[in-house]
T-cell receptor, first 111, second 113 residues
Framework: GQQLNQSPQSMFIQEGEDVSMNCTSS?????WLWYKQDPGEGPVLLIA?????ELTSNGRLTAQFGITRKDSFLNISASIPSDVGIYFC???????????FGQGTELSVKP | DTGVSQDPRHKITKRGQNVTFRCDPI?????LYWYRQTLGQGPEFLTY????????KSRLLSDRFSAERPKGSFSTLEIQRTEQGDSAMYLC???????????FGSGTQLSVL
C-alpha cells in the first residue's frame, strides 16, 4: 500500500531558528497537506498544495509540492515556543480523497 | 463557524464492552472520514462516507467495527466486544468534496482496560 516517509522524526531547536522537514512517497499524490497536532487534540490544517512545483506560504510557514508529485517539504522560519507540536504530512489520493499520513515530526523549541 | 465535533472526548471501558462514538461534521460538508491514531503514529484511515453512502472501508476495520451516517449528517462509529488493542484516538474529519481539504475534530480517546 501507499506509504509516506517523513523526516526527521524529531527536532530540538532554539527559539528563532529555522526548521525544515520533508515527506517522500512511493506513489504519486494529487494533493499534499501539512497538519500540526497538539497533545490530545486533532490535527489542524496548516497548508494545502494542489499542483506539482507549487510553493505556498502561511505566515512563517512555507511548503512546496515536489515536481515529481512524490514529495513535499515544510519550512518554519524564526521558530517560537508555540510552534512546539507534531507536524504531519499527508498525501491525498485519487481514490475517494482519503489522506495517507506520514509518521510525524515532533518539534521541540527551547526558549 | 462550527468545526467538526466529536463526542465523547474520552471513553474508558472494560474489555468486552461495546462503545459508540459520534461525529458531527461541518454542516455543508458531504464527505466524512474516520481515522484511528495510536501513540507515536500518524492517523490511519478507517472508512469514509459520501452523504449517507459508505464508500470505502479499510482492512483495519474488523467485523467488530461498524460505522453509519444514516441521514448524511452526523456519523457514529461503534466498536463491539472491545479489546485492549482498540485503545487509540479515534478521529473524524469532513470535507466538501473529493479533492477538498479535510478538517479534523478533536478526537475521542478510547482506553480499554
Amino acid at each position: 500500500g501507499q506509504q509516506l516517509n517523513q523526516s526527521p522524526q524529531s527536532m530540538f531547536i532554539q527559539e528563532g531558528e529555522d526548521v525544515s522537514m520533508n515527506c517522500t512517497s512511493s506513489s504519486i499524490f494529487n494533493t499534499w497537506l501539512w497538519y500540526k497536532q497538539d497533545p490530545g487534540e486533532g490535527p489542524v490544517l496548516l497548508i494545502a498544495l494542489y499542483k506539482a512545483g507549487e510553493l505556498t506560504s502561511n505566515g512563517r510557514l512555507t511548503a512546496q509540492f515536489g515536481i515529481t508529485r512524490k514529495d513535499s517539504f515544510l519550512n518554519i522560519s524564526a521558530s517560537i515556543p508555540s510552534d512546539v507540536g507534531i507536524y504531519f504530512c499527508a498525501g491525498q489520493s485519487n481514490q475517494g480523497g482519503k489522506l495517507i499520513f506520514g509518521q510525524g515530526t515532533e518539534l521541540s523549541v527551547k526558549p | 463557524d462550527t468545526g467538526v465535533s466529536q463526542d465523547p472526548r474520552h471513553k474508558i471501558t472494560k474489555r468486552g464492552q461495546n462503545v459508540t462514538f459520534r461525529c458531527d461534521p461541518i454542516s455543508e460538508h458531504n464527505r466524512l472520514y474516520w481515522y484511528r491514531q495510536t501513540l507515536g503514529q500518524g492517523p490511519e484511515f478507517l472508512t469514509y462516507f459520501q452523504n449517507e453512502a459508505q464508500l470505502e472501508k479499510s482492512r483495519l476495520l474488523s467485523d467488530r467495527f461498524s460505522a453509519e451516517r444514516p441521514k448524511g449528517s452526523f456519523s457514529t462509529l461503534e466498536i463491539q466486544r472491545t479489546e485492549q488493542g482498540d485503545s487509540a484516538m479515534y478521529l473524524c474529519a469532513s470535507s466538501s468534496g473529493q479533492y477538498e481539504k479535510l478538517f479534523f475534530g478533536s478526537g475521542t480517546q478510547l482506553s480499554v482496560l
